[in-house]
């Protein structure tokens, strides 16, 4: 992070903090801010270098009162994706809505409550810098995609309030390569491809997806789980027919015989034998919005509102 965003960023999250009712100082130790209230304390780092984001996060701070001695809590500020964290996490989002809480609060001379508008979380926010939810530590360790939207903004991104639930939906996340070549004449046609995403495992629609972006930390305990209907055999027979499809190439070859010029084409297609597909099965988490008029599907990692109803005929458990 540049040194002025970094310093912005510093004045900006100490003036939510102070709002909050905390004594906030700066620091050049190896975090940026350190805020004392009442009753709890946190220590602040603003990185988005992600190797100085897990050090901070693999550290306890403690903080003596008297004869007490209490762990401080700890806030990672960034705009960047990191996964697998413990701290309290704020992104873009999440600074714009504290920034507005803490001038309404000195507007009505009122502090801020802190405590109800920030959560512990698992990860720092993706495209687009979006708040998290927090996980419970006794739901289903499945891997998953984390959830990036939080229940209240897909509805701000539906445009609808209404009753709320989080369903996982079962995707193959794959990783299709393909290598080889072939020549006809003078042309040299390359099969050589990488590509990755998403399939859903119920209605076939797709998404952009890595595998590395997904956790196996627990998931709520009150959502629910779709089951898939596509096998992964399926699903590795439709990736490698779309495989084959998406390479072949139709060259057109130029022959000439005395006066005469022929053309004649060629279809090439790559070898299956050269294509490998790796299949793993990833669930996504989606907000279902249940309005008065209709429901609305908010994917909670993308928030991407969603076009495709994601459990039409399938078993939930």
């Known amino acids: 992070m540049e040194c002025d965003l970094r310093e912005r960023t510093q004045d900006i999250v100490s003036d939510i903090l102070e709002a909050a009712g905390y004594d906030v100082e700066c620091t050049d130790e190896s975090f940026d801010l350190s805020a004392i209230g009442d009753d709890d304390s946190y220590i602040v780092l603003i990185s988005d270098d992600e190797d100085e984001i897990r050090r901070f996060d693999g550290r306890t701070f403690r903080l003596r009162r008297g004869d007490e001695s209490e762990v401080c809590g700890k806030i990672v500020v960034t705009f960047r994706r990191v996964s697998g964290l413990s701290s309290m996490l704020w992104g873009r989002e999440d600074i714009a809505r504290f920034a507005g809480q803490a001038a309404l609060a000195r507007i009505f001379g009122h502090r801020m409550a802190l405590e109800a508008t920030a959560s512990p979380t698992i990860t720092v926010e993706g495209r687009g810098t979006r708040g998290a939810a927090p996980m419970s530590r006794g739901g289903i360790p499945i891997l998953h995609l984390p959830i990036q939207i939080t229940d209240n903004n897909a509805q701000i991104i539906a445009g609808k309030r209404g009753t709320v639930r989080c369903r996982f939906v079962p995707y193959w996340c794959y990783h299709c390569t393909s290598t080889g070549s072939e020549t006809v004449g003078n042309h040299r046609v390359s099969f050589e491809a990488d590509i990755s995403g998403g399939l859903n495992a119920i209605n076939g629609s797709t998404m952009e997806m890595q595998l590395s972006d997904a956790t196996d930390i627990p998931m709520p305990e009150d959502a629910g789980v779709l089951t898939p209907k596509t096998t992964k055999e399926k699903a590795s027979a439709s990736l490698l027919n779309e495989m084959i499809e998406t390479l072949t190439q139709r060259v057109r070859i130029k022959r000439e015989e005395g006066d005469t010029v022929y053309y004649q084409v060629e279809t090439l297609k790559p070898d299956?034998?050269?294509?490998?597909?790796?299949?793993?099965?990833?669930?996504?988490?989606?907000?279902?919005?249940?309005?008065?008029?209709?429901?609305?599907?908010?994917?909670?990692?993308?928030?991407?509102?969603?076009?495709?109803p994601?459990?039409?005929?399938?078993?939930i458990f």
């Open 310 to 315: 994601m459990d039409e005929g399938v078993e």
């Open 272 to 308: 299956p034998a050269n294509i490998t597909i790796d299949l793993n099965l990833v669930y996504v988490p989606v907000w279902e919005i249940e309005s008065r008029d209709k429901i609305v599907e908010v994917n909670a990692f993308t928030g991407e509102i969603l076009a495709m």
